[in-house]
């Protein structure tokens, strides 16, 4: 397998470069040159496998030739034995056709543990094997960071730095990211939002002259392709579970990054029957926006009761308008290059096809409140901000209600305790017991202003 670059100018690699590189040189993200496929045959005999068989299945067609399948097995094995419970993503059912799919039972209660398990032990392989350290450079709205550190603070080879916007995270997710204490793990809070953080990480992969000799740096984010990949195998698995692929099935995606919706279109390129794809977002809605005007446009950051969304600008759309104007990186290039300075729109072929595939929702704070009130009051299933941006987005947009509507359940309710306050709920949500000393722990982290010298400065001296 070769991945390429959607801005058509970087050199093509192969799974080992682009787990090691991230963000192409060119500035564009990596895809696969081809996408797998699998017959209804295939993914039927899913059903009844463990989530780690499937996830073999799934993912190693996008790792072979770079690691030998009983590596992979083993690397599989390991990174999902630290799950909470054994299906790994179990399924809950919350109406007749509607349920809720939870990616919190990993040690960080995030969705984004399902993928940063996996990264971080992929790693460790791939450094181990070459002998060379690296310095994982990361921007968080809250849940990224923790799971980076939580599956990376074992990597022999690895220093980690983790920009957060300096008080835009709740407490809990802060929290997890700045107790874990050790001599490679930084965390810097930036006095900027999470878009500025992206962006000096971006501009950092760009020109990596300020680190020490023999370093280079590794993308965790959603632009790490290995992240997008550990994401599609929690599509078969629930799909299969509901009757796929002998019936449709449809989802609801909370996304600010797009990273996780977008694994759902590769799901479907690889032959799931997903009927729709609802992009869910909250006040910063740039993808809803688009979907509905055939226009992509930033707007200023609204802080949310659901921060892990708080973000402007969606890095993995990148990905999505490569296919949607069928690969054309010089396309792709000249959109990218103008978004820079303006607002833009798509061909009207390519915005047609992204109708077809995706429809959107956007969920303000009181929306979203009402959201957890209403389910809580109906199930006594108790919902975290961003799940229920999900479930809203599911009712006020499903195309088909004989489908099984599926909603990604992203965090556990205990990250987002004042959003669980203001719907009503008269205690915070406890946290899971391996979490309970949370708040009483030591905390370590430095804040930096919001520029991109002292940061690098920050890291060139630290990382060494």
């Not at 450094?127 to 709205?141: D, H, P, Q, W």
Request: contains cysteine.
């Amino acid at each position: 397998m070769k991945y390429i670059s959607t801005r058509g100018k970087a050199p093509a690699l192969d799974f080992e470069g682009v787990l090691l590189t991230g963000l192409a040189s060119d500035g564009g993200l990596y895809v696969p040159e081809t996408i797998p496929a699998f017959s209804k045959d295939d993914i039927a005999a899913m059903a009844g496998m463990r989530y780690e068989d499937v996830a073999f299945k799934v993912m190693y067609p996008f790792v072979e030739g770079c690691i030998p399948a009983d590596d992979f097995k083993r690397i599989i094995d390991e990174t999902y034995a630290v799950f909470r419970h054994d299906a790994v993503t179990p399924l809950v059912q919350l109406d007749d056709n509607e349920w809720v799919l939870e990616l919190f039972h990993g040690p960080t209660l995030a969705f984004k543990d399902v993928a940063l398990q996996l990264l971080g032990r992929l790693l460790d392989y791939m450094l181990e094997k070459r002998g060379n350290r690296v310095v994982i450079l990361g921007a968080t709205s809250g849940d990224t960071g923790s799971a980076a550190i939580e599956g990376c603070r074992s990597c022999r080879n690895v220093d980690i730095v983790i920009l957060h916007p300096y008080q835009r995270v709740s407490e809990v997710q802060r929290r997890q990211m700045t107790t874990v204490i050790a001599d490679n793990i930084h965390n810097l809070s930036v006095r900027g939002n999470f878009d500025d953080c992206q962006q000096m990480v971006k501009d950092s992969f760009g020109d990596q002259s300020f680190l020490p000799e023999g370093r280079s740096l590794v993308a965790v984010n959603s632009i790490n392709w290995a992240r997008i990949m550990a994401q599609i195998v929690y599509y078969f698995t629930s799909a299969v579970a509901v009757g796929a692929p002998h019936r449709p099935v449809a989802y609801s995606v909370p996304t600010g990054n797009f990273g996780d919706i977008f694994a759902g279109y590769i799901a479907k390129r690889m032959g799931l029957p997903i009927d729709q794809l609802v992009i869910a977002t909250n006040r910063n809605d740039i993808l809803h926006r688009f979907l509905s005007g055939n226009k992509y446009e930033k707007h200023p950051l609204v802080h949310t009761l659901s921060p892990s969304m708080d973000i402007m600008i969606s890095s993995n759309f990148e990905r999505m308008l490569f296919e949607l104007y069928d690969r054309d990186a010089v396309a792709i290039r000249d959109l990218m290059d103008r978004f820079r300075t303006e607002p833009v729109s798509l061909r009207e072929d390519a915005f047609a096809k992204a109708r077809e595939l995706f429809t959107s929702e956007g969920v303000d704070d009181v929306r979203t409140c009402d959201t957890i009130r209403e389910v809580f009051g109906k199930t006594e299933y108790l919902l975290d901000p961003h799940t229920a941006i999900g479930v809203c987005a599911a009712r006020e947009t499903r195309r088909h209600p004989a489908v099984p509507m599926i909603c990604l359940a992203t965090a556990h309710p205990a990250k987002f305790a004042e959003a669980v306050r203001q719907s009503g709920q008269e205690e915070d949500p406890p946290l899971p017991h391996h979490m309970r000393d949370l708040l009483q722990r030591e905390e370590r982290y430095t804040v930096l202003d919001n520029d991109l010298k002292a940061i690098q400065s920050y890291v060139a001296k630290h990382c060494s």
